[in-house]
C-alpha cells in the first residue's frame, strides 16, 4: 500500500467524496453528483468547529473519507462522543485495508480530542460493513431509529 495521508477534506476533495458516497446500491438511488448542494453543505461542516470531514489521500487522489462528528453531553459525567458518518472508500482500493487504517485513525483522533467513546451507525443493509465495524471492535449495542423529513 502506497503512503496514504489522512487529512481534513478541502472544497475541491468534494466531488471525489460524492462520487464514493454514489458508488454503492444505496448512494445511487439517493446520491446526486455534480449538485451545487454539496458545496454549500460542504461549507457549513467545515465552518462547524465540532465536524471533522477526512479524507484519505494517495498520490493526490482522494481514496477514502468519513465524517467525525465531536458531541459534547451530560451523560457519562458530561463525556464528549465521537459520531463517525459516511464511511467510504474508493471502489478500486476496497479489500486492502485502507477502511481499516482510516478507521483507526478516526478512532485516535477521538482519543486526542479527550471523547469518552466513538458511536458509529451502520445502514441495516450493509452486511459487510457491520460485519467489519464488528471486527474492528463496535459493538452492536444499540438499535437505530431515523425519521425521514424530506418527504
Known amino acids: 500500500m502506497a503512503d496514504v495521508e ?4 478541502r472544497r475541491a476533495d468534494v466531488p471525489a467524496i460524492v462520487d464514493m458516497l454514489a458508488d454503492d446500491v444505496l448512494g445511487s438511488g439517493r446520491e446526486r453528483p455534480g449538485d451545487p448542494a454539496y458545496l454549500a453543505a460542504f461549507d457549513l461542516i467545515d465552518a462547524e468547529p465540532g465536524q471533522l470531514l477526512v479524507v484519505a489521500e494517495e498520490a493526490g487522489e482522494v481514496v ?3 465524517q467525525l ?15 463517525v458518518e459516511a464511511v467510504r472508500v474508493r471502489r478500486d482500493r476496497r479489500g486492502g485495508g485502507l477502511g481499516e ?3 483507526r485513525w478516526a478512532v485516535e483522533e477521538a ?3 479527550g471523547c469518552a467513546l466513538v458511536q458509529l ?3 441495516a443493509e450493509r452486511e459487510d460493513a457491520r460485519r467489519f ?3 474492528l471492535g463496535f459493538e452492536p449495542s444499540h438499535v437505530g431509529f431515523k425519521l425521514n423529513l424530506r418527504g
Not at 489522512?6 to 477534506?9: G, L, S, V
Not at 462528528?69 to 459520531?83: H, N, V
Request: proline share 3%; charged share 25%; net charge positive.
Open 6 to 9: 489522512f487529512r481534513r477534506a
Open 64 to 66: 477514502g473519507t468519513l
Open 69 to 83: 462528528s465531536f458531541l459534547p453531553g451530560l451523560s457519562l459525567l458530561g463525556a464528549t462522543r465521537a459520531l
Open 101 to 103: 487504517r482510516l478507521l
Open 111 to 113: 482519543r486526542r480530542r
Open 121 to 123: 451507525t451502520s445502514n
Open 133 to 135: 465495524y464488528v471486527r
